[in-house]
């Protein structure tokens, strides 16, 4: 079965702490893209980033990066130096290439606070 | 490029009333998608299309309805609202290429069941 696990529910850190949301899934695919959201306090969803099951590099996009590792079925995403306006819920999610929807299974996200 | 535009914001429904959630998006995406997202939860899906003329169920269809007569448009009908209705509801789409998979948001509808 898939699923999407992100077992902190919520983070509190200081500003310019560094900060490692956890995502783990499950998966009897071989091909599947993950992805992660972020929903801040105004409540929209926003893109961060998509992986294919193929690529295992580690992505760096300014103070935010994410490490996936296949031999753990992890796809865990780092902000460092964070900021207030980090501040925000983190949804991971998973989608399998094979059919013809397209879903997404959601992970039940993790709220970060990030506090001055 | 506006993207994905839901309508409206912000609703407040008695119990028994209808109403339709509206939906478009300027992409050209063949995929859309209806979710519901409670309070400390995650997204629920409700209803999906991955074409005019084509939907299915998702996890919790149960109390709506949806068509798709256009590839720009994806309506969801609540037609007896129930208290268990209150919620956050997102419209999303998708398109088929380069970036297929990434499903883009609407701004979402907050609806309260009274």
């Known amino acids: 079965a898939q699923k999407v696990t992100q077992a902190q529910t919520e983070i509190s850190v200081v500003e310019k702490e560094d900060v490692t949301l956890d995502c783990v899934y499950e998966?009897?695919?071989?091909?599947?893209?993950l992805f992660w959201y972020k929903q801040p306090p105004s409540g929209e969803l926003v893109f961060l980033i998509r992986r294919n099951s193929f690529d295992e590099q580690n992505e760096i996009s300014g103070r935010y990066s994410w490490n996936f590792q296949k031999s753990t079925s992890s796809f865990n995403f780092t902000i460092t130096a964070s900021q207030v306006v980090d501040s925000a819920v983190y949804f991971c999610?998973?989608?399998?290439?094979?059919?013809?929807?397209?879903?997404?299974?959601w992970g039940l996200g993790t709220s970060l606070a990030v506090n001055p | 490029n506006a993207g994905v535009t839901q309508t409206p914001k912000f609703r407040i429904l008695k119990i028994g009333q209808s109403m339709t959630l509206q939906c478009t998006q300027d992409?050209?995406?063949?995929?859309m998608y209806w979710y519901r997202q409670d309070p400390g939860m995650g997204l629920k899906l409700i209803y999906y299309s991955v074409g005019a003329g084509i939907t299915d169920k998702g996890e919790v269809p149960n109390g709506y309805n949806v068509s798709r007569s256009t590839t720009e448009d994806f309506p969801l009908r609540l037609e007896l609202a129930a208290p268990s209705q209150t919620s956050v509801y997102f419209c999303?789409?998708?398109?088929?290429?380069?970036?297929?998979?990434?499903?883009?948001f609407g701004a979402g509808t907050r609806l309260s069941v009274l």
């Open positions: 992409m050209n995406h063949n995929y």
């Open positions: 999303a789409s998708s398109g088929t290429e380069g970036k297929k998979n990434i499903q883009y």
């Open positions: 998966t009897r695919d071989t091909t599947y893209y």
């Open positions: 999610a998973l989608s399998e290439n094979a059919g013809n929807n397209r879903k997404l299974i």
